[in-house]
C-alpha cells in the first residue's frame, strides 16, 4: 500500500497535479483561457469608451449643435417656398430664377463644396455617436450571454432541466404516484385495453 500512496503522492501531491501539467502542454487549460479572454474583453471595451465616452458638454456646445440642425430645416423650408410661390406668383417666381442663372458657375462650384462639407460634417458626428452607442451596446453582450444561457437552463426541454442532483427527498418525490385527479384520469385514459 505504502507504494501505491507513494506514486498517486508524486503524481498529485505537494501541490502539483503531473497529469494535468502534462495534458496543459499539449491542450489550453479552458479556464484560464476563459479567464485571458475575459480580460481581452474587458480591455477592449475599456478602451471604446474611453474613446467613444460621453463628455460633458458646455452651453457653447449645445448652442452649436442646435445651430448645426438649423441648414437643413431651412433648405427644406427654403425649397417648399419656392414651390408655393411658384404656384402662387409665377411672375415673381421667374424674376428669381432669372436672378439665379447670372450666378456665375464658380460661386455654384463653392455652394456645393460648403453644403457637402457641411453635410459629410454632420455624417462623420453621426457616426461617432453610432459608433459610442455600439461599443456600450458590445461592453453588455456577455452580461446577456451569460443571462441566456441561463434562461436556457431552464427550459424544459434541455438535458438535465429535471435531475434531481443529490437531493434524495426530491428524487423519491418525483418517482412517487401522484394523487392529482386529473393526472390519474389521464393514465387511465392511455392505458391499454
Partial sequence: MGLISQFWGMLFGGGRNVVAETVEVFRENA??????????????????????????RGWFDRFMDG????????MVIGILALFTSAMTNPIWF????????LVPEPLW???????????GARQQVKTQDFQRDLAATMSRVPQVVENIDALRTLRHDSPGAAET?????LAQSATEQSDNPAVTEWQESKEWP
Fill in 109 to 119: 462650384w463653392l455652394l456645393g463644396a460648403v453644403v457637402s462639407f457641411y453635410f
Fill in 94 to 101: 421667374a424674376e428669381r430664377m432669372q436672378g439665379l442663372a
Fill in 67 to 74: 445651430l448645426n440642425r438649423l441648414p437643413r430645416p431651412a
Fill in 165 to 169: 442532483g443529490t437531493d434524495t427527498e
Fill in 31 to 56: 479556464e484560464a483561457g476563459a479567464v485571458r479572454g475575459a480580460a481581452i474583453q474587458t480591455g477592449a471595451m475599456g478602451q471604446f469608451s474611453a474613446e467613444f465616452g460621453q463628455r460633458q
